[in-house]
């Protein structure tokens, strides 16, 4: 799956659910904003957005 972004990362991601992460308020989490998200949490975040299965992810010291 070729990694559809800009500088970042994050803003090139595709699909309702991509939308839906985008939507969200992730500065009221221990996450931050998500334009201050490392390349490692995006890159992720991009392969769990390409996959056919259902996937989690906890991140961090609280798995947000």
């Known amino acids: 799956m070729p990694f559809l972004s ?8 595709k699909g309702e659910m ?3 992460i985008r939507a969200f308020d992730w500065s009221a ?3 931050g904003a998500l334009q201050h998200w490392s390349h490692s949490l995006c890159s992720t ?3 769990m957005l ?3 299965l259902p996937m989690v992810m906890l991140w961090g010291p609280w798995a947000t």
Do not use: I, N, Y
């Open 18 to 20: 991509a939308e839906r």
């Open 6 to 13: 800009d500088h970042h990362g994050c803003q090139g991601w």
């Open 50 to 52: 390409g996959s056919p």
């Open 29 to 31: 989490t221990s996450l």
């Open 45 to 47: 975040v991009q392969l």
